[in-house]
Every structure is written in structure tokens, then in C-alpha cells.
């Protein structure tokens, strides 16, 4: 008779050969933004770029200073829409700017109801954007070397995409950060393969933090307002692209997240904040996760560790694939391959931060970023 930890062994297995083999190579990290990159444009599209920023004085200038360093060849322009910032976001992005024409500084209104701040910024930025014909969504956190914008222009219109999104490269740096970053950005390419997002058919997803847009294409699919309730609002940005036309996201290292992850909390708050969104606020699609994150990280260990005879031998095999599949993005970010064994607890630091994801939204203070509460918006 086959035993309960043999049986657990062998789903643990399956599903890590099923992640590893059958879910286009998510982990494999070979969709970057300098591989595969077309011949530059006869003609140079104008490009505006729109950054919405709230309290964002810590990161700012660098941000914007990397944005007039650009040396797109066509017409470009940015607007920094002013989210209602009380720490001088406005004068400090003037002064980084040094007095480029490029820059333009909106101020933002009120937050209307229905929207995500984020989303109603970057509306108000492309309502002032007039008629470019490209859309470059960057955030304020977000630094970019002078070729970016170059390389987003020729891969959209060398490759025909409606939508060019880079996985900005996180700050990796603290020990928080070595522990966790690497492992966020590999479970978002598992949760949204970049190989099925970037076919013509298949998922649809972005990364927030730098996004080239068409902009006759994003008119023709509703505008942001499309999404403007939206907390995870790349993907659901992505998706909606991608139903008018091919889009394409890929790992960088020409963007680079400058906001600072120095403790556990901070960057358990970046993951709690969307976590719950992630799972439409189910509570059912909580306890599968909880469970299904139990059976297939914690549970190889716990095999390993205390099982004897097959269940050990499953449990070790789930527990050596699991490692072996992390380690392009360790390479990737640079940290010791040691940290692939260490997956299963650091998955259940994930998992706990998603249960307070749940736990806040249920308090009524879910989706928290610069004293707004915005999940509510998305229930």
C-alpha cells in the first residue's frame, strides 16, 4: 500500500516537473532585451514619457536625470505628473533635469473615485502627452541608461509590438533583498511565463516599471482607463494590450530600481501589497495557495529531512529540481547558488506575506502605498 508521504513525494515531483519541463523555460532567463534585437528604424517615432510620482524625493532625481540623458534620435518629451506630493518630489526633479527642455511638470488632481493613484497619474500625463506615437510609462523609482529608450523604440517597431515592457533590474543589495529579490522576480516569470507572454498568442503581462506603448493602440483598447481599478496594474495593462497586437517583456539591465529594500518588512510590504489582488480576493484561491505552496516547497523538505524509503527519495528529487530550476535567476542577480537550497523557506516568508496581504485587505487597508488604501478598489 502506497504511504501518504509517498503520495505527497510523488505530487511534489510531478508538479516540479511540470514547472520545470512544460512551462515555457520561465525560469531559464533567456528572454532579455539584448538578445534577438531588430535592425534600428528607417524613421524615429516620437516618444513622450509619462512619470507619475508621489513623495518620491528619496529617488527622483536620478530618475529624471536618466530620462534627459536619453539619446533617442527622435522627437521625445517627459512629463512628470505631481501626484500631490508634500516632500518636494516637484522642485527637486526640476533641478535634476538641469534645465533640459525636454521636461515638462504637471501637477496632479485630486484622486477620483474608481481609480488606483498610480493609474489616474499616468492618465493625466497621457491626456497632457498630446498625440506621440509612442507612450513610455516609467516610474519614478525607475533608472535608465541613455540607450533605453532607443532599444524599446527598435524592438516595437523593428518587431511590430503594440507593447515593450522591461523587467526592471530590483535592487539587490541589502540581505533582505539577496534573501527575497531574486525569488520575486522568478515566481512573476512563473506566474507569467515571459517566453508565452512575448508569442503571438498566450498570456499577457508587463512590468510596471517600464513600458513603451503605441499610442493609437492603447486609444483603439480603452485608454487606461481601461484598467484604472486595476492594483496589479502591468498585467492587467499587458493583457489588455495584447488583445491589439503583439507586446514583449523581457529581463534588463539598462533599468534599475533605485527604492531601497533595506529591511524584511519593506520588501514584505512590496509583496503584500498585491498579493491578495493576485488571487481576485478569493479566500478560496487563498487556502489553495497556502496548501498547494505547502505541498510543493515545504513539503520536499519535510521528506527529506524526516521521511525513509521512497518518500525521502521523491521529497529530495522535488527539493534538488526546485534548486536547480532558481539558479539562472540567481546568476542573473549575482548571488550565491547556496541560495536555491534556501527556496522553500524563502517561499514561505512569500507565503506568509500573501496571508497578510489577505489580512489587511479584510481590515480594510489593503493595497497600502503613500497612505492610500487602494485594494478595496479592485474587490
Known amino acids: 500500500m502506497i504511504a501518504a508521504g509517498e503520495i505527497a513525494g510523488g505530487v511534489a515531483l510531478l508538479v516540479w516537473l511540470v514547472l520545470v519541463f512544460a512551462r515555457d523555460g520561465f525560469w531559464l532567463t533567456r528572454e532579455r532585451d539584448t538578445r534577438s534585437l531588430p535592425a534600428p528604424p528607417a524613421h524615429w517615432p516620437s516618444v513622450t514619457a509619462v512619470v507619475p510620482a508621489r513623495d518620491e524625493a528619496e529617488v527622483i532625481a536620478r530618475a529624471i536625470a536618466s530620462l534627459t540623458a536619453q539619446d533617442y534620435p527622435g522627437e521625445f518629451r517627459i512629463i512628470l505628473v505631481d501626484d500631490n506630493s508634500s516632500d518636494g518630489t516637484a522642485v527637486i526633479a526640476q533641478t535634476a533635469a538641469q534645465g533640459s527642455d525636454r521636461l515638462t511638470i504637471l501637477p496632479g488632481a485630486p484622486l477620483a473615485p474608481g481609480w488606483t493613484g498610480k493609474l489616474w497619474a499616468v492618465h493625466q500625463g497621457i491626456a497632457a502627452a ?19 529608450l532607443t532599444s524599446l523604440v527598435t524592438r516595437a517597431v523593428g518587431e511590430d509590438r503594440v507593447l515593450v515592457s522591461l523587467m526592471a533590474r530590483l535592487r539587490c543589495e541589502s540581505l533582505a533583498e539577496r534573501a ?200
Open 180 to 379: 527575497l529579490i531574486p525569488a520575486f522576480v522568478w515566481f512573476f516569470a512563473m506566474l507569467y511565463p515571459f517566453a508565452a507572454v512575448n508569442r503571438a498568442t498566450g498570456v499577457g503581462a508587463a512590468a510596471g516599471g517600464c513600458i513603451l506603448a503605441q499610442a493609437d493602440a492603447l486609444m483603439a483598447a480603452g485608454g487606461i482607463a481601461a484598467v484604472r481599478g486595476a492594483l496589479i496594474d502591468d498585467c492587467a495593462f499587458g493583457a489588455l494590450m495584447k488583445r491589439h497586437g503583439r507586446v514583449w517583456l523581457g529581463l534588463t539591465n539598462r533599468s534599475v530600481s533605485i527604492r531601497r529594500y533595506d529591511t524584511w518588512a519593506s520588501v514584505g510590504a512590496m509583496i503584500s501589497r498585491s498579493a491578495y489582488a493576485q488571487l481576485r480576493y478569493s479566500p478560496v484561491l487563498l487556502a489553495a495557495t497556502l496548501v498547494g505552496l505547502a505541498l510543493i516547497y515545504l513539503g520536499p523538505v519535510l521528506l527529506t529531512v524526516t521521511g525513509a524509503g521512497y518518500a525521502r527519495w521523491l521529497g529530495m528529487a522535488a527539493w534538488v529540481l526546485m534548486t536547480i530550476a532558481f539558479q539562472p535567476m540567481l546568476r542573473f542577480y549575482r548571488r550565491s547558488a547556496l541560495w536555491g537550497v534556501a527556496l522553500p523557506a524563502i517561499a514561505l516568508f512569500y507565503a506568509g506575506q500573501t496571508f497578510a496581504s489577505a489580512w489587511a485587505h479584510w481590515r480594510g487597508r489593503g493595497g497600502m502605498w503613500k497612505g492610500r488604501a487602494q485594494a478595496a478598489i479592485g474587490a
Open 130 to 148: 498630446g498625440t506621440p506615437d509612442y507612450l513610455w510609462l516609467t516610474d519614478a523609482d525607475i533608472a535608465h541608461t541613455p540607450d533605453t
